[in-house]
């Protein structure tokens, strides 16, 4: 079998935090992973692990104290500000536990403006994001807002705005968290769809064992390191 290109290269991370007058925490002890384009690979591994620190570092919203991520060849800690901010838009989508959408506007707007931000027309935003909300099964929600949407929802409208500008990588962090087994299911099932249509690469920190079951590719966090 033939291997896909291999989309993100990370070498010897670490990380570690301080807190005042305390000794340093270590949490990253020298991650080396490489993820595969394409294909759904998800990390696991207990609590205060460090798997969102390190889904962080590996999707350029924080540094590592030492080490390498390459994301399509390109080293993210190289580039600075404006430039890393221009990568993570073009190549980088992320969807958190909690969707982080903005209550006072409606899913097609939540879609939309991240669009409008990045200099797209109200017009053509407005139509990208009603095809994406489609793509997740949402085309008769478009104007309702976070509020009277469903944890599951909510949840696709946050994958519909992470897909708004074609990334190659979605990266997730207990996507399902805080959603219910029927819920977490359609999450799981846009999550192939989306693989297998669309090519997206994904990249899932996860505790649900039904998604652990549908990864390509299972990391293991432990000790600071992946195995
Ligand atoms: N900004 C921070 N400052 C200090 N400690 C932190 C910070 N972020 C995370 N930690 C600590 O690092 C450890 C790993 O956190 P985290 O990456 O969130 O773990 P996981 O996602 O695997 O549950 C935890 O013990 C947490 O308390
Ligand atoms: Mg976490």
Redesign the pocket.
């Known amino acids: 079998m033939t291997m896909n290109e291999i989309i993100i290269e990370a070498k010897n991370i670490h990380k570690s ?3 005042q007058n305390e000794h340093k ?1 270590e ?1 990253l002890k020298g991650v080396s992973l490489q993820v595969e384009s394409k294909m759904i690979s998800v990390i696991v ?12 570092i590996l999707s350029g919203l924080d540094n590592a104290d030492e080490g390498e991520v390459k994301i399509k060849g390109t080293n993210i800690f190289s580039l600075h500000d404006d430039k890393l901010s221009k990568f993570r838009n073009k190549h980088i989508g992320f969807v958190f536990q909690f969707h982080h959408l903005l209550p006072e506007f409606d899913a097609a707007e939540n879609v939309a403006i991240p669009l409008m931000i990045y200099g797209e027309t109200k017009l053509k935003a407005v139509k990208r994001a009603e095809e994406l909300l489609a793509l997740v099964g949402l085309s008769d929600r478009l104007h309702h807002k976070p509020a009277e949407l469903s944890g599951g929802e909510q949840q696709r409208v946050a994958v519909a705005r992470a897909l708004a500008n074609n990334p190659d990588i979605i990266f997730a ?2 996507p399902t968290g805080n959603l219910d087994s029927i819920n977490s299911e359609a999450l799981h099932n846009l999550f192939v769809k989306l693989r297998d249509e669309l090519k997206v690469t994904f990249l899932i ?1 996860t505790h649900n064992p039904q998604l652990v079951g549908l990864g390509d590719k299972v990391f293991e ?1 432990k000790d600071g390191k992946i195995f």
């Open positions: 935090f301080y807190k925490l949490i591994g207990a609590s205060g692990a460090g798997k969102s620190t390190l889904l962080h962090d207990e920190v966090m």
